[in-house]
């Protein structure tokens, strides 16, 4: 069982670039020194809110001051980029962190990144990703000569390669015969899940999914490598959650729920996201709920995890329980304006400290019986 932080990341608009740059990173020195296992880093070009263009010049800087953690991105969105300068960056940065990567892989979900890179289409943008994704394999898998003809890209070198020179051949990652592969995923029965699960990639559950539709994702993923005749294995699913521990269940309740909150925030600006484009079904805790039901304190309830440690265990448990054998868990990394710095890293200590070790002992015993 791997703790990772998840950071898309949301701050408020008002923020400067270089302040939330620096706190991201230092919210990431602070996970590592803590003892997470994994990093993972979301891609928006075009949102003040979600300033990350980049997740991998981002963990670059990271890689040598690190030692605990493992990065990811969440995820490199393949229809705005092209699959050749994917291959090659990703095979960089994996040699870079000496294999201490996982390549989340996506179509896209920031309409303004659809416009900016003309992705509006979704059935487009799909054949897009897919197109992209088996390129950058089959650039992984062989060397020159490449003739890789697509819809959307192409990829050529045919003529300018000298093997005694190394001219012509594109980097390969560190990993063979790449790095593993996850998608996200963000609905109930997701047919993400499903492709995944035939694919052998791993998926990553939303932390803007309710709990009560969690456990979709795993039947579909699970029933999905079945057909394929490969194992679903917990350890290749990552589940993230916005939490909030604190020294008692009063305390927690109060942090999140106070107008300052950062996750008061976050899901305010996550529901008004998805009501302009008309999937704010994807964040009701109960389907039959109007929208106007659909408070942020409603979504708090169906979202997050919070309370003092040892409600905060219970708690976990029993969302996994009900779930399924995911292998991570994602803490999302909230805004640290105003009191939420020392909120969210009390709430990152006693989680690394006080409730992980006891729900890694909790889960060892289960599987052991």
Not at 43 to 59: C, G, R
Not at 60 to 68: D, F, H, I, S, Y
């Amino acid at each position: 069982m791997r703790l990772g932080l998840f950071m898309m990341p949301v701050h408020p608009p008002t923020r400067s670039f270089t302040d939330t740059l620096a706190e991201d990173e230092e919210k990431s020195l602070y996970a590592d020194s803590l003892g997470f296992d994994e990093l993972w880093v979301g891609e928006h070009f075009s949102a003040t809110t979600e300033p990350i263009p980049s997740p991998l010049m981002f963990m670059a800087g990271l890689v040598p001051r690190t030692k605990n953690l493992s990065f990811g991105t969440a995820v490199i969105c393949l229809p705005n980029h092209d699959p050749a300068v994917v291959a090659a960056e990703v095979a960089q940065f994996d040699h870079m962190c000496r294999g201490r990567f996982m390549f989340g892989v996506g179509p896209g979900g920031l309409l303004s990144d659809f416009e900016l890179f003309g992705n509006a289409d979704r059935d487009m943008r799909t054949r897009k990703f897919v197109e992209s994704i088996k390129m950058i394999q089959q650039i992984w898998a062989q060397d020159p000569p490449y003739d890789l003809p697509g819809e959307f890209s192409s990829v050529s070198i045919k003529d300018a390669i000298i093997p005694k020179l190394g001219i012509g051949y594109m980097p390969k990652p560190f990993q063979k015969p790449g790095p593993p592969i996850s998608t996200s995923i963000t609905s109930r029965d997701s047919p993400t899940a499903r492709v995944a699960g035939k694919l052998g990639w791993g998926i990553i559950s939303g932390n803007n999914v309710p709990s009560s539709a969690i456990p979709s994702h795993w039947r579909t993923y699970s029933n999905a490598c079945a057909e394929a005749g490969k194992p679903a294995r917990g350890e290749n699913w990552r589940v993230a959650r916005s939490v909030m521990v604190a020294p008692n269940d009063n305390e927690a309740r109060d942090r999140i729920y106070s107008e300052q909150s950062s996750a008061r925030y976050f899901y305010t600006y996550m529901r008004e996201v998805l009501s302009r484009v008309g999937i704010l079904s994807s964040m009701k805790p109960d389907l039959n709920m109007t929208d106007e039901e659909t408070t942020v304190e409603a979504i708090f309830e169906g979202c997050m995890i919070y309370g003092s440690p040892q409600t905060f265990l219970d708690k976990l448990i029993a969302f996994r329980d009900a779930a399924g054998p995911f292998g991570s868990l994602l803490m999302t990394g909230l805004d640290w304006s105003g009191p939420n710095r020392a909120w969210q890293r009390d709430s990152m200590r006693l989680l690394a400290q006080d409730v992980m070790p006891k729900f890694r002992q909790h889960v060892m015993a289960q599987a052991a019986e």
